[in-house]
């Protein structure tokens, strides 16, 4: 699939897309056309506060708490369980050497989902847990 495609339907995928921590964050997609994949958590941990502390999540265990551990009871969450659980699938699919990072040092923490394409540019999807 080419970038543009890529970029059109990850759009489309995480368009209403929510990740729910104590708050509701929207999913927002970024492309790094010049950082090489051992670069990857420096140029995100650079584009941070001094303070934040880059730490590494395994991909699918990040997935797994967002698609299984959903109230069976509520129906909008279950919807965008099932929508992450796409976005997934699509990541998985269409991009390589993917990760996931936390920005942790407030009680708002960017999270970052990365993943390269053939021509090695960098998509990054962004949200933000808050945790008190």
């Not at 929510?18 to 964050?25: A, D, G, P, R």
């Amino acid at each position: 699939m080419e970038q543009m495609q890529v970029l059109t339907e990850l759009s489309k995928l995480t368009e209403n897309l929510l990740y729910f921590s104590e708050s509701e964050s929207p999913y927002t997609i970024t492309v790094w056309t010049d950082v090489q994949p051992h670069q990857l958590a420096e140029q995100i941990a650079a584009s941070q506060p001094t303070n934040a502390q880059l730490k590494p999540v395994d991909f699918h265990l990040f997935f797994e708490q967002l698609v299984n551990r959903v109230d069976p009871s509520d129906s909008v969450l279950i919807e965008n369980a099932k929508r992450t659980s796409r976005l997934k699938d699509f990541l998985q699919t269409n991009l390589s050497q993917l990760q996931v990072f936390r920005a942790e040092g407030s009680s708002a923490i960017p999270i970052f989902i990365a993943g390269f394409l053939p021509n090695q540019s960098c998509v990054l999807l962004q949200t933000k847990a808050i945790e008190t």
